[in-house]
């Protein structure tokens, strides 16, 4: 059974065809810069070979047409005909309230995810038009939705709410949602196999640190809090967004520096973050290497990033009233053997105590923690298109 997951985002596709009786995956790849000079397509197939095409892509249509034709391809397309394809899985950011797990899609599921456009005017738009143009050219096909905010709706209202007048919530839905929920999903499942113990006895920490980041608290396989909030600008400090702040320095930046409201915004979600403290970068590994050199900055910046990862650690034990395991995951979670020690550096207290020699490893699942360690370390790598698979063939074996 093939199935082909497809991820719209505002400029780019990502997309990756796999053969789920073996969670084999047959081809993954990318169409770049969608609507501007220089778009491209780019492939990985089995083998590791990568192929660029550079093509005019005006728009979502001729980008997901550009995809379709890559993978019949003569030369390096990896099935014969599109009619392979039995179900197709979409990546979608905002699923409010109303979606608390992956969905076969009709009509009623699009109007639901459009009336959570008000909530997600960045996301939910450009995955809608990806889902409409893929029912147009696969009308016959299961399609279904997977949401990044669906495995938090299990937060108790005591970790949703904002405070804020009651009235916000019931009129506009402002609550905490929290995002990345596949990724947290997806290495809380993959860490319970790794342990050998079900889900339903582990109480976790999952932190996704990547450009985007979050930590979440997941006790006996529900989300019961999480970092990110109504968007995800809320919670840890990030690449180039600020994370938290107390609101009354936006009016303040707002007047000192005379910007509308929608500039601060964008001030807060793409210059601010470690790019922002180190004025430097948003990469960690530039930050990791200006700081061996000296640069006192990205070093400020790592530091400050490091020490908020602790401090919800710390407090979601509290939240979970105990602590099994901590998961480190995406870009720099897997990557980076220093960040990983340094988030570790004090968390002896709770019982987790890292093995900085194990710690040495970077792009592969593995335990990291001392053989005395109360708490489990471990780095798993993530793979949200491949979770998002697994629920596409769940719905279709449901209901297709
Ligand atoms: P996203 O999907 O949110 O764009 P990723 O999960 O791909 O982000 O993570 C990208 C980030 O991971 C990079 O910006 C970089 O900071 C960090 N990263 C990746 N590899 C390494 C590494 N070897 N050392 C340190 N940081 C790394």
Redesign the pocket.
């Known amino acids: 059974m093939k199935v082909l997951v497809i991820n719209c985002g505002s400029s780019s596709i990502k997309f990756q065809l796999l053969e789920m009786e073996t969670e084999q995956l047959l081809v993954k790849g990318q169409i770049e810069r969608i609507g501007m000079d220089g778009s491209r397509l780019k492939l990985q197939g089995k083998q590791e070979y990568v192929i660029e095409v550079k093509h005019t892509i005006p728009d979502h249509r001729t980008g997901i047409q550009l995809l379709l034709d890559s993978l019949t391809d003569t030369n390096y397309g990896v099935i014969d005909s599109l009619s392979e394809i039995d179900c197709i899985g979409h990546r979608v950011v905002h699923g409010g309230e109303k979606f608390t797990e992956a969905v076969v899609i009709t009509d009623e599921v699009i109007k639901t995810i459009s009336s959570c456009i008000m909530i997600a005017p960045l996301h939910n738009p450009v995955n809608l038009e990806g889902i409409k143009i893929c029912l147009e050219l696969f009308p016959q096909v299961v399609q279904v939705a997977v949401f990044d905010t669906a495995f938090h709706q299990t937060l108790p209202e005591t970790a949703y709410l904002y405070g804020l007048p009651y009235e916000l919530y019931i009129k506009y839905g402002i609550r905490r949602y929290g995002f990345h929920g596949i990724s947290h999903q997806y290495v809380t499942n993959t860490l319970a196999q790794k342990m050998g113990r079900p889900l339903e006895e582990l109480k976790i920490i999952t932190c996704h640190l990547?450009?985007?980041a979050s930590v979440d608290a997941v006790k006996y396989g529900r989300s019961i809090d999480t970092s990110m909030g109504f968007t995800p600008l809320e919670g840890l400090i990030m690449?180039t967004r600020s994370g938290e702040i107390d609101p009354a320095i936006i009016p303040f930046i707002m007047e000192q520096e005379d910007m509308t409201g929608k500039q601060v915004y964008r001030y807060l979600n793409s210059k601010s973050g470690i790019l922002g403290l180190s004025g430097l970068s948003?990469?960690?590994?530039d930050l990791?290497s200006a700081a061996r050199f000296g640069d006192t900055r990205a070093q400020l910046a790592i530091d400050v990033f490091a020490y908020q990862v602790k401090k919800y650690i710390g407090s979601y034990v509290v939240s979970m009233g105990g602590l099994d395991a901590i998961v480190f995951t995406?870009?720099?979670g897997e990557?980076?053997p220093y960040?990983r020690a340094k988030i570790c550096d004090g968390l002896e207290v709770i019982g987790a105590k890292i093995d900085l020699r194990k710690n040495e490893i970077?792009g592969e699942d593995a335990q990291v923690n001392k053989d005395d360690s109360d708490v489990e370390l471990w780095t798993i790598l993530t793979n949200e298109e491949l979770m998002i698979a697994r629920e596409t063939k769940r719905l279709f074996e449901q209901y297709g």
């Open positions: 990547g450009n985007g690449g948003s990469d960690f590994r990791e995406a870009g720099l990557n980076s960040m970077r």
